[in-house]
Nanobody
Framework: QVQLVESGGGLVEPGGSLRLSCAASGLTFSNCAMRWYRQAPGKGREFVAFIATTGDAASYGDSVAGRFTISRDNAKNTVYLQMNSLKRDDTAVYYC?????????WGQGTQVTVSS
């Protein structure tokens, strides 16, 4: 079955950096566009970033553009989210997402906490 497993979250001070990873299995990863979303306490799920199948196109939510970078390694079936200049407002559970054969799949999420 399809599985998406996020990792790399943790506690970081404002201005710091983290790199999230999402390992995919049970699908043809190179055929799947990938997305990152996040959900802060008491808020709805927010789009963070998108990357096309070959990695040649990406887009970002307004609140992270210029600070976050999405990338992928199709040989490792993994998508990454490099997060720089982190702010307290970036505190959230981060999820990766894809659509495979018309079904949307989500990982279990990884917690990112930005605090001093």
């Amino acid at each position: 079955q399809v599985q998406l497993v996020e990792s790399g979250g943790g506690l970081v001070e404002p201005g710091g950096s983290l790199r999230l990873s999402c390992a995919a299995s049970g699908l043809t990863f190179s055929n799947c566009a990938m997305r990152w979303y996040r959900q802060a306490p008491g808020k709805g799920r927010e789009f963070v970033a998108f990357i096309a199948t070959t990695g040649d196109a990406a887009s970002y939510g307004d609140s992270v553009a210029g600070r976050f970078t999405i990338s992928r390694d199709n040989a490792k079936n993994t998508v990454y989210l490099q997060m720089n200049s982190l702010k307290r407002d970036d505190t959230a559970v981060y999820y990766c997402n894809t659509i495979w054969r018309t079904t949307a799949y989500w990982g279990q999420g990884t917690q990112v906490t930005v605090s001093s």
